[in-house]
């Protein structure tokens, strides 16, 4: 354990339970001293997410559904009154699309299907900043999370991986609008790993497979790398760094070609 986030105060958007890669920063912040607030998303994952912030020493367990402004205002409401109006980090890890589009062909895409995964996955992170920004008075720093399928064409990603282009162009334009209030604003594109999103998605255990066999370090990785990178965009070792997109993928994104070694799937 170490000091990093000692005094600060964050809320973590998108813990669906101990798979969910909220949970592997929320544990890296909890570990590192930071006092944690959690929002979930429908009554069904209360029963986790309560005993999961327990775990953390957080009793802060709100509800918010952020295709709902009325929802993602009462979230903040709450969150005002028990921290007086100060928040210095939010890690937004929250996406959904309708799993029917997450397979067969991206030109196939619905109007409605492509319109909500846009809302969920990509305004939210907006909108929640329009809200933070309001408590951030000294400074804070902001987290999403992407993934690879945005950068390039991916099987089964469709239309997710349109979403997360936008999400990472909206990175860069609220880093640009924030940054003159200390606020920084990053992404992790995490390589795949299983979580109960993931496994809406086409093939998930092939795309894991050549993952694993095809990326630098020969693995996948975990919520506990994800935990590790994301403490140091939220805390001052990442002081400098804003509107980034850091790949946390085992070097999966600077490989262009199978590996030689690479055993068939
Ligand atoms: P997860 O299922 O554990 O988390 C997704 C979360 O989104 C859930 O907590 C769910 O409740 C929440 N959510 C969905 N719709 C919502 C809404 N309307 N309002 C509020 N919350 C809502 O899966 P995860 O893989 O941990 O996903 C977290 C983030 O990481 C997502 O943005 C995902 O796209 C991204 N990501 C995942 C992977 C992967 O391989 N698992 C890789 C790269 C990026």
């Not at 992170?125 to 390039?152: I, N």
Request: net charge negative.
């Amino acid at each position: 354990s170490n000091q990093l986030m000692a005094g600060k105060r964050g809320l973590i958007m998108g813990l669906a339970n101990d798979k969910s890669i909220a949970w592997g920063i929320a544990k890296a912040l909890a570990d590192a001293g930071a006092e944690l607030a959690f929002s979930y998303q429908g009554e069904a994952l209360m029963k986790r997410v309560g005993p999961l912030a327990q775990q953390l020493g957080s009793d802060i367990v709100l509800p918010c559904d952020v295709s709902d402004e009325a929802s993602v205002d009462s979230l903040f409401d709450a969150l005002n009154e028990r921290w007086g109006g100060k928040l210095d980090f939010i890690v937004h890890a929250i996406g959904f699309s309708d799993k029917n589009e997450l397979r067969g062909r991206y030109v196939d895409t619905t109007r409605g299907n492509f319109a909500m995964t846009m809302d969920i996955s990509v305004y939210s992170f907006t909108s929640v900043m329009q809200r933070a920004e309001k408590m951030m008075v000294d400074g804070g720093s902001a987290l999403t999370l992407t993934y690879y399928g945005a950068e390039q064409v991916m099987p089964h990603y469709n239309v997710m991986g349109v979403a997360k282009a936008a999400l990472e162009a909206s990175v860069m334009y609220l880093a640009e609008d924030l940054g003159k209030k200390n606020i920084r604003v990053n992404a992790i594109s995490a390589g795949p790993i299983k979580t109960l999103a993931a496994s809406g998605i086409g093939d998930f255990r092939y795309i894991m497979k050549w993952n694993e066999y095809n990326s630098p370090l020969r693995r996948n990785v975990t919520i506990d790398d994800v935990g590790k990178s994301a403490l140091y965009l939220l805390s001052d070792l990442g002081s400098g760094v804003t509107g980034e997109n850091l790949h946390v993928d085992a070097g999966y994104h600077v490989v262009g070609m199978k590996a030689v070694d690479a055993p068939d799937i």
